[in-house]
């Protein structure tokens, strides 16, 4: 059983930035990949990025692409999400998850998550 946490939420303007932070409960934090996802009300829960185990490994949805960053610090058990340049349809509730089945665009894929955290973009 893995908990995750999530923190860093909050509300911010157009083009600004936000890092996520999601902790971990186990020890064996290393041998998870971690994923984010983002929800909003109504919508399907949407791919954002993925991390593998060790770190060397990264992927990540087409509309974060290149503003978006995701990096794990594995003793401290935390993944982390850098958000650049923000647009308000970054607006959405935001979830860590983690599986030890490798890298996963799909949150079927994923054994555990986070309760989420809010982030929105707004002027």
């Known amino acids: 059983q893995v908990q995750l946490v999530e923190y860093g939420g909050g509300v911010v303007q157009p083009g600004d930035s936000l890092k996520l932070s999601c902790v971990a409960s186990?020890?064996?934090?290393?041998?998870?990949?971690l994923g984010w996802f983002r929800q909003v009300t109504g919508k399907e829960r949407e791919f954002v990025a993925a991390?593998?185990?060790?770190?060397?490994?990264?992927d990540y949805g087409n509309s974060v692409k290149g503003r978006f960053t995701i990096s794990r610090h594995n003793g401290e058990n935390t993944v982390f999400l850098q958000m650049d340049s923000l647009k308000p349809e970054d607006t959405a509730v935001y979830y860590c998850?983690?599986?030890?089945?490798?890298?996963?665009?799909?949150?079927?894929?994923?054994?555990?998550w986070g309760q989420g955290t809010q982030v929105t973009v707004s002027s």
């Open positions: 991390i593998a185990n060790e770190g060397g490994f990264t």
């Open positions: 998850a983690a599986t030890q089945t490798g890298l996963r665009r799909r949150p079927g894929g994923y054994d555990y």
């Open positions: 186990r020890s064996t934090f290393s041998r998870y990949s």
